[in-house]
Structures are given as structure tokens and as C-alpha cells.
């Protein structure tokens, strides 16, 4: 499971309310908590203040 996962579930959110609270279609927000996008930095900001934890913790790269 993946970090923004993670984060949301533990929130107690839904995909869909956190695609409206960022202003954003539920389809892009899967995207993105997918890994298959990767949102621009207003966006990241606004989801990982969202989700309580800096933009570095949800998208950690790995080596």
C-alpha cells in the first residue's frame, strides 16, 4: 500500500471526498494516488496538508 493510501485511509476519507476537497475529478485523484501521475506542486502541497504530512513523505522515490 502506498503512502498516500495509507495517509487517507487513516484520515478516514474517501477517494472522493479528498478529490473535492482538492478541487480535482475522483479520476485524477486515483491517478495520482496510483503513482500513475504525479500532480504539480500546488496540488501536492494542498494534498499532503490535506493528509497532515509534508509532500516528501507521500512521494518518497525509491532507489
Known amino acids: 500500500m502506498n503512502e498516500i493510501r495509507i495517509r487517507r485511509k487513516e484520515q478516514g476519507l474517501s477517494q472522493q471526498q479528498v478529490a473535492d476537497r482538492l478541487g480535482v475529478g ?4 486515483l491517478r495520482i494516488e496510483n503513482r500513475m501521475r504525479y500532480p504539480k506542486v500546488d496540488l501536492a502541497l494542498d494534498l499532503a496538508g490535506l493528509l497532515g504530512c509534508t509532500v516528501e513523505e507521500l512521494f518518497r522515490i525509491e532507489e
Open 26 to 29: 475522483r479520476t485524477v485523484y
